[in-house]
């Protein structure tokens, strides 16, 4: 049985659900069934089938059902609920999944007692032994090896499973459900990994009741669950977004609940926090290959060197302009400090994915809920270290730092601790410094901002929840059983639950320049799009869409966007980028126009007159070009870089001798094969054909360039090199010579 297939054609039916193409997807459906073990579902198959042929031949024939729309959409329900329990049909069989073997083992157990998971639930929380437990277990903790601390673990353990796998919830998980919220016997961090089973069960199997439940979690706003069951449901409400129109119930519900201000912030929370996880792997390279390679060999600069790069105009030229916000103050190095690193942290950035990626191996993470059990001092866990000679002293402290500090997230917090006592003891005994300094540096920040952010808590919570979750998507042996929600552009901006809830104006320009400042252009530009309408004359609005534009390469429609700009407001920035675009769409003389513009607005502005250099160079205009050069090189005169196209201009006018004083003075530093190909040239020019033929092979050996390529700027360099007095009957001639040198 081919799963894979399975899976896709179950995708592609959904999709075709929601474009209301039924026809399609009930022939997906019919062979998805024949992969079925069960009859009955093709039973109820052909029932759907004959319902919907009767009300299309109804309506072709004009026949009014008043019932028609509800009789339509119950027919998709239907379609929808039979194709998710034939795909569970089938992957209960074939898969061999983890996540099956679980659930039989969890059915074979309530066989054997002959008890639902609720009725097993009022015996063990209402003997008196257990009560007596929970009612002393926030003073003491239990010795986790007794009987009622093993019975109270595998009860735990069971209510997950059997929230988590029970594909259709009916009166036995209501009733379970309203004891872990209204009975008091589970403490928060056992309700917060229930939730996250009610969370994975939706996602395993649709049912809108699941939803629901994760809304009533939230409402009954217990910290540290609520959360949970936000986050929850804002994933559930993105994955399965082309179903939800198809619930009133549910829509009405989330659509009364968006009235309130402090949903609608917590949902904005959580939308940008799940965004954010989009840089993780990126963070996580830059990490690894920048930040911790800098950390271990810093020490100060003695000298700041020149960044030649900067000098023209590749990367300045298309820099954001500084008058937008002060978060692009420093974006050009945002990583070049560890301080840089600690605001990424108090952003919510996950800074630690690839440090604690390998700290997953321990038996802890074996057992399944433990990947999603929030951090708390009286864990088991920190049971261990305090038989540990050097830790156990400092073992509360430890803990109660671990448990406070926002920047880990819980599976990490659990890592760290496990890896611990592996560590050698000088190791261990730097470490309990560290966390004592780190509880005083919590308290100290929790004093600075008590009373600033109302929302601290839940962001924080958040924060560290959605870490664990794409920790388990990614990291976890059991992640090949689930689809990755964290695979993709992740535009909940574009669900029906974004625009349910979070379509107010403020929201969506947060959101954008969430995306403008950390370069997903592409996302940016939708959200910006839509502000214009709402605010027409918004210069930086029209600025930040021209550059969208322009990052996206589509110079046309970003010309567009910044001469709007100009009308409202003409200032250099916005004169230079219309420049820009003129001359990447090659009408160079308009550019020109538009960079003697802005030199006059800013006379002092280096690369304006470097760019200025360069329209004159791409008109051949090399005279013009030269006196921009030089003002420069007079500005920069330690720049060997700015040699380069001095050199080639002397060049290009034939004035040898002063392009080989300047090429010389270029070879002060490391000539590239464009310098080398140059430096032929101008040898040819000068009659040194054998030292023509040695630069023109030192670029093709020295790797940067093909033989094609180096073909192909030689063809386009023709024309001026007959221009200069080459005999173009030379030319075939030498490169053939060139090639049987080079081999």
């Not at 639902?116 to 929970?134: A, G, H, N, P, Q």
């Amino acid at each position: 049985m081919d799963v894979a297939k399975v899976i896709q054609q179950h995708k592609r039916l959904c999709n075709f659900v929601s474009e209301k193409r039924i026809k399609q997807s009930l022939d997906i459906l019919a062979d998805m069934i024949t992969s079925s073990s069960s009859g009955d579902m093709r039973d109820e198959y052909e029932n759907i089938v004959m319902t919907y042929r009767n009300m299309l031949t109804y309506t072709i024939e004009g026949i009014k059902d008043p019932e028609r729309n509800k009789i339509y959409l119950k027919l998709i329900q239907s379609i929808l609920g039979l194709s998710d329990r034939v795909r569970q049909d089938i992957l209960s069989h074939y898969s061999g999944w983890h996540t099956y073997w679980v659930k039989q083992q969890a059915e074979k157990e309530m066989k054997l007692s002959g008890k639902t998971i609720v009725e097993t639930v009022d015996d063990l929380m209402f003997k008196s032994e257990l009560d007596e437990w929970l009612k002393l277990s926030n003073e003491i903790n239990p010795n986790p090896d007794s009987e009622i601390s093993r019975k109270h673990k595998h009860l735990i353990k069971n209510i997950f499973n059997h929230l988590w796998l029970t594909d259709y919830y009916g009166e036995a998980e209501n009733s379970l459900i309203n004891i872990i919220l209204k009975s008091g016997k589970f403490r928060w961090y056992e309700a917060s990994i229930f939730t996250t089973a009610v969370t994975l069960s939706s996602l395993r199997t649709w049912q809108s009741d699941k939803l629901l439940h994760l809304i009533r979690i939230y409402e009954a706003g217990q910290e540290q669950v609520m959360e949970r069951a936000l986050s929850g449901l804002i994933l559930n409400l993105h994955y399965y977004n082309g179903r939800i129109l198809l619930y009133p119930d549910l829509t009405d519900r989330i659509e009364k609940m968006s009235r309130k201000s402090r949903f609608r912030e917590h949902c904005r929370i959580i939308v940008l926090q799940t965004i954010r996880s989009r840089e993780t792997e990126k963070l996580s390279r830059k990490l690894q290959d920048e930040i911790l390679p800098q950390v271990a060999k810093l020490k100060p600069r003695i000298e700041e060197k020149l960044d030649l790069d900067n000098i023209l105009p590749k990367d300045k030229n298309e820099e954001k302009n500084p008058d937008w916000s002060e978060m692009f103050s420093d974006s050009e190095e945002i990583f070049k400090t560890m301080e840089e690193l600690t605001k990424l942290q108090m952003e919510g950035a996950d800074v630690y994915m690839s440090a604690f990626a390998n700290m997953k191996h321990f038996d802890f993470f074996k057992d399944f809920q433990n990947w999603f059990v929030p951090f708390y001092p009286d864990h088991e866990t920190v049971d261990e270290i305090y038989r540990d000679e050097i830790l156990g002293p400092g073992t509360n402290e430890l803990a109660e730092a671990l448990y406070k500090t926002p920047f880990i997230c819980n599976s990490d917090k659990y890592s760290l601790l496990l890896n611990l006592k592996y560590l050698p003891s000088t190791q261990k005994s730097m470490m309990l410094k560290v966390f004592r300094m780190e509880l005083e540096g919590l308290q100290q920040l929790n004093d600075d901002e008590s009373g600033t952010d109302p929302y601290k808590s839940f962001r924080t919570n958040v924060t560290q929840y959605l870490q664990d979750i794409y920790r388990f998507f990614k990291l976890s042996p059991y992640k090949k059983e689930f689809e990755d929600l964290f695979i993709g552009k992740l535009d909940i901006y574009n669900s029906e639950f974004f625009r349910m809830t979070c379509n107010a104006t403020d929201a969506e320009a947060g959101l954008a320049d969430y995306f403008f400042s950390k370069n997903f252009y592409e996302d940016a530009l939708y959200m910006f799009l839509k502000q214009v309408s709402e605010r027409p004359a918004d210069v930086q609005l029209y600025e930040k869409i021209g550059y969208c534009y322009q990052e996206s390469a589509d110079y046309e429609e970003a010309l567009k966007f910044y001469r709007r700009a100009e009308l409202i407001d003409r200032k250099a920035w916005t004169i230079k980028k219309i420049g820009l675009c003129l001359r990447r769409l090659g009408k160079n003389e308009e550019a020109l126009e538009y960079y003697l513009q802005a030199c006059d607005m800013e006379p002092e502005n280096i690369h304006t007159v470097i760019m200025t250099a360069h329209c004159y160079l791409d008109l051949k205009d090399y005279e013009q070009a030269l006196k921009y050069y030089f003002r420069v090189e007079y500005k920069e005169p330690g720049n060997l870089k700015i040699l380069r196209p001095i050199a080639y201009c002397y060049f290009a006018l034939g004035r040898f001798d002063d392009s080989e004083k300047y090429y010389d003075r270029l070879s002060e530093g490391k000539l590239n094969a464009h310098d080398q190909i140059n430096k032929g040239h101008l040898a040819l020019c000068k009659g040194n054909k054998k030292e023509a033929i040695d630069f023109y092979r030192q670029s093709i050996i020295s790797g940067e360039l093909s033989k094609e390529r180096f073909m192909s700027i030689f063809a386009e360099d023709r024309v001026l090199l007959i221009s200069l007095g080459v005999n173009p009957d030379d030319l075939p001639i030498l490169l053939d010579y060139l090639l049987f040198i080079i081999g």
